[in-house]
């Protein structure tokens, strides 16, 4: 079993930063595949980003590309995701994700991960 464990969402003013982190227990993380994905009511989950276990490979949604940068920690078991000059838009609960295995793709499909924790609550005022 994989467990995963989010926190550092909150509130932000439009233009502000966050960091998400991701903390990982259970099976090996160094061999995971890591993604966050975000969902607002009513609409299915979007992906975000994704990392290799290495961290030599990232892979972005367009809507954060340029603002937003993915990484992890495998001596400390977690993914991080660092989240600048957010807008009202950026507003969602953002999940965390994991899919074992070391051969690297940009998964971006919600199917694609069998983990997810259970997410933290980003809000963007304007």
């Known amino acids: 079993q994989v467990q995963l464990v989010e926190s550092g969402g909150g509130l932000v003013q439009a233009g502000g930063s966050l960091r998400l982190s991701c903390a990982v227990s259970?099976?090996?993380?160094?061999?995971?595949?890591m993604g966050w994905f975000r969902q607002t009511p009513g609409k299915e989950r979007a992906f975000v980003a994704t990392i290799s276990w290495t961290g030599d490979h990232t892979y972005y949604a367009n809507s954060v590309k340029g603002r937003f940068t993915i990484s992890r920690d495998n001596a400390k078991n977690t993914v991080y995701l660092q989240m600048n000059s957010l807008a009202p838009e950026d507003t969602a609960v953002y999940y965390c994700?994991?899919?074992?295995?070391?051969?690297?793709?940009?998964?971006?499909?919600?199917?694609?991960?069998?983990?997810w924790g259970q997410g933290t609550q980003v809000t963007v005022s304007s």
């Open positions: 259970g099976r090996t993380f160094t061999r995971s595949i």
């Open positions: 994700a994991a899919r074992l295995g070391s051969g690297w793709e940009p998964y971006a499909a919600e199917y694609e991960y069998p983990y």
